[in-house]
């Protein structure tokens, strides 16, 4: 019925959610990188092209950037610089920021699992994607 369906649902979610906030908190996860996206299209990533690994307080990895003409990489290893995350346990979100390499990343943890990554330089070279964060 449906009020048993939903009821699965909202469980898989608090599931989902809390397996997330326990990869962050251990701050020892990867980013594996499904779509990027800009204002005008949208492309399917090769399988891990786009990964970013978060171990302590040091990111390695790669991301794919789509510029208005075709695909590139951008390639981080640096130290990370202002770490936050933040955790609604209401609406089961997951708001992580920090600094590396000159960049500002941003990455939103949906209850689903959906991790919506921002990488913003301050400068044209703007990153949005979609993925999955696992166990590093």
């Given at each position: ?42 492309e ?22 789509l ?39 941003y ?10 990554l ?19």
């Open positions: 019925d449906a009020q048993e369906s939903r009821g699965l649902g909202d469980v898989y979610k608090r599931q989902t959610y809390n397996a997330s906030k326990a990869l962050v908190k251990s701050n020892d996860f990867q980013y594996v990188g499904n779509y990027v996206f800009n204002n005008k299209k949208r399917k990533l090769e399988a891990d092209s786009s990964t970013l690994k978060i171990d302590k307080n040091k990111i390695n990895g790669q991301l794919t950037s510029s208005t003409s075709n695909l590139s990489i951008v390639n981080i290893n640096d130290t990370i610089k202002d770490y936050s995350a933040s955790f609604n346990d209401e609406k089961q979100t997951i708001t992580i920021s920090f600094k590396a390499g000159g960049s500002q990343i990455i939103s943890i949906k209850p689903n699992g959906n991790t919506f921002t990488l913003s330089n301050g400068l044209s070279k703007n990153i949005t994607q979609v993925g999955k964060i696992s166990k590093g």
